[in-house]
């Protein structure tokens, strides 16, 4: 493991050191798994971080058979905040390795090697965002899978906090929660017990670049749709025959082929028709459906409910079932601004002279499941860059400035308590 020698005092190499470790356990969700966790490598990641926080000496750690891990780090501050932290196990697959090869290197501005084996490159005319980095130590994955900050870039950061906290600053109790399966649809945040979560508010922290705020994201649903059709030999066919493609694709073009992920940006939303698979009898797509505005949201299932009863008019001798469910819920419907935690937040931003990057995610957390579940939870920054890709990549300038956020919270929920400053 090539990890750089920092300051002994400095967070840094225990960030990086926690990093490392915790990407070289695979533990990549499997959507294809009705199981949680979906994967063996969540389990032994849970154990591994239950067995770091008793011997960091947190009170209640408690893993499960569905590995949700919890704890709590007592503190030294009473009648203030209970803060919560949560966190996922599980990287996505996107097709790619699931085993992890981090690397730091140290950009000189240029176009960065990632693997000289396979000749994959990190080219700035491709990503400029790295350009601002310049100068400083980033760590990359080798090109062949992602690089895992989403999240176990969050992990290193709460682990990293429970050990330092007590060393440096007076602290209320501080909750954490390491859940399975946030990839594939939340599941490990839906599953999680809040009597062994009991904070006052909570934050994720699952998203990019250095300032990132979440206190917004999408509405989302997802629809599965079940076409059968009647079989028949094309010989005689005419008038016989009921084909579940074709009910599919007609099914698909009552959709504005510009309403979808490709064609949309910021606040608006889309339907994207993400699986089809089809035989003689039967057909199967899936369709998952976004939108900010609640409104909005409702209209587009409504939309799908529309479309399917005229489907099924159009083919009598056929039939379709159509299955629609929520997946997650827009935080912003659930808490404002003027929400303790986000104040926190805002302050901690601030004390650190840190760009608030107030940003509108396409996309969930844990925390969309949380808040609407009544607990508080917004959403900041790792510092990474490019979830989701072979091209991820983590500045440590960016890393640690994370890791102080989330300690200058605890810290200014000691010092102010429930009081909201000037």
């Excluded at 905040?81 to 790619?96: E, K, N, S």
């Excluded at 209320?172 to 009991?198: M, N, T």
């Excluded at 949309?264 to 993400?274: A, L, M």
């Excluded at 601004?337 to 901690?348: D, P, W």
């Amino acid at each position: 493991m090539n990890v750089p020698e920092y300051e002994e005092t400095s967070p840094r190499s225990e960030l990086v050191e926690r990093f490392f470790r915790y990407v070289g356990i695979e533990s990549q969700s499997d959507a294809a798994s009705t199981q949680l966790p979906s994967s063996k490598g969540q389990l032994a990641l849970a154990e591994l971080l239950a067995q770091e926080m008793r011997g960091l000496g947190l009170d209640n750690v408690v893993i499960d058979e569905n590995a949700i891990v919890t704890g709590v780090k007592r503190g030294s501050v009473v009648d203030v905040p209970r803060i919560g932290f949560i966190a996922h196990l599980d990287t996505v697959d996107v097709g790619l390795s699931s085993r992890i090869r981090p690397q730091i290197k140290w950009f000189d501005g240029h176009d960065v090697c990632l693997n000289t084996q396979r000749d994959i490159w990190l080219r700035l005319k491709e990503h400029p965002e790295i350009l601002q980095w310049q100068g400083e130590d980033i760590i990359f994955g080798d090109g062949t899978s992602v690089l895992g900050a989403d999240n176990k870039a969050a992990i290193s950061i709460v682990m990293t906090l429970l050990a330092r906290i007590g060393r440096v600053q007076a602290h209320g109790d501080i909750v954490v929660a390491f859940v399975p399966d946030e990839e594939i649809g939340l599941r490990g945040a839906k599953a999680l017990d809040l009597s062994r979560f009991p904070c006052d508010f909570a934050y994720t922290i699952d998203c990019c670049e250095l300032g990132e705020v979440v206190i917004e994201n999408f509405n989302a649903a997802s629809a599965e749709i079940i076409f059968t059709g009647v079989s028949a030999h094309p010989m005689s066919a005419k008038g016989v025959l009921v084909n579940p493609l074709r009910m599919a694709f007609d099914f698909i073009s009552h959709f504005d082929r510009n309403d979808s992920p490709e064609s949309s940006y910021g606040r608006e939303g889309y339907f994207w028709f993400k699986e089809l698979s089809a035989n003689e009898s039967e057909a199967h797509l899936k369709i998952m459906i976004r939108d900010f505005d609640k409104a909005r949201f409702d209209r587009r299932k409504r939309d799908v409910e529309k479309v399917a009863a005229h489907i099924r008019s159009q083919y009598p001798a056929g039939s379709l079932i159509c299955d629609l469910s929520d997946t997650y819920h827009n935080i912003a419907d659930y808490f404002s601004e003027e929400n303790r935690s986000v104040e926190l937040l805002f302050g901690a931003l601030g004390k650190l002279g840190i760009e608030k990057k107030l940003i509108a995610m396409r996309g969930g957390t844990d925390g969309s499941v949380l808040s609407a579940r009544g607990l508080p939870t917004p959403n900041f920054f790792t510092g990474a860059y490019n979830f989701h890709s072979r091209f991820e990549f983590l500045p440590v300038a960016a890393f640690e400035k994370s890791y102080e956020t989330a300690l200058t919270i605890c810290i200014l929920a000691a010092e102010q308590g429930w009081t909201t400053p000037p």
